[in-house]
């Protein structure tokens, strides 16, 4: 049994075979799907996410807005978002959010500014979190222990390609580690390095798809099925089986989430 923690398959990529990948994910032994709404909040694409995770048992949504788009994050974006929090059982986290400083899609100062938002309406709804960041460590270390510290609430940092020293202050704030396809890749040796030192009970797997298909489906388009991917590499560099990885990241997800996925 496998679960993606974070996938985007709401996505016009899928548009001509969703129920056909759904359906490879559920022969490959995925239980469970976060299905993560993502691009500008007032287009309908978090209620695309939304429906798909109504429709399917074993997809689950999170709602919130990207730093790429901080910048379209308004009264009514805020509101619209809690709205499908309340409305739907199906979402169980906020997200995903955070900063990123290497595309600067929406300006830095904003990027922080939506982030410490959004960070306190999770809190407001006890939603857990999922946190993309990338080449902003120090400053979302610093607003994550601000703005977050002391909710009694979980996060996940989700795609981590980070260093030794944010997966150290991330678990230290309470958050787990999610690994996806880019720890398969050939010079990832860093990153497999902070991948064998992670608490196992703080250990997830996603694909992050469409993007980052893992070895050996590199270039092409990722989806849920090939979760399993980033298990296998994972049970490699930890020295257990591909079952027992799958086993642990299983009940971690479940744990988090608060689900039987018996």
């Not at 040796?189 to 980052?212: F, G, H, M, N, S």
């Amino acid at each position: 049994m496998f679960i993606d923690s974070h996938a985007h398959i709401d996505g016009p990529e899928f548009d001509v075979d969703r129920d056909e990948v759904i359906q490879r994910a559920r022969d490959a032994g995925v239980s469970a799907i976060l299905n993560v709404g993502t691009g500008d909040p007032h287009s309908g694409s978090l209620e695309r996410a939304v429906e798909l995770a109504e429709k399917h048992n074993e997809v689950y949504a999170a709602v919130g807005t990207h730093p790429h788009d901080a910048r379209l994050f308004d009264e009514q974006a805020e509101q619209r978002i809690a709205e499908l929090t309340k409305q739907s059982a199906r979402v169980i986290a906020w997200g995903e959010i955070g900063l990123d400083f290497h595309y600067d899609n929406s300006p830095r100062d904003v990027q922080m500014q939506v982030f410490r938002r959004q960070l306190q309406l999770a809190r407001d709804a006890a939603l857990p979190v999922i946190i993309h960041t990338r080449e902003a460590e120090s400053e979302t270390i610093d607003i994550l222990r601000s703005e977050w510290a002391g909710a009694n609430l979980p996060g996940i940092m989700h795609c981590f390609s980070g260093s030794p020293g944010l997966a150290e202050n991330a678990i230290a704030l309470g958050f787990s580690i999610s690994f996806s396809g880019i720890v398969t890749f050939k010079k990832a040796d860093d990153l497999r390095t902070v991948a064998q030192q992670v608490p196992l009970d703080r250990l997830l797997i996603e694909t992050d798809c469409p993007y980052l298909a893992p070895i050996p489906f590199r270039g092409k388009r990722n989806e849920p099925a090939y979760v399993i991917e980033v298990a296998r590499c994972l049970a490699e560099v930890r020295g257990v089986s591909l079952e027992e990885i799958g086993r642990l990241t299983t009940n971690n997800f479940a744990k988090f989430f608060k689900l039987d996925l018996a």
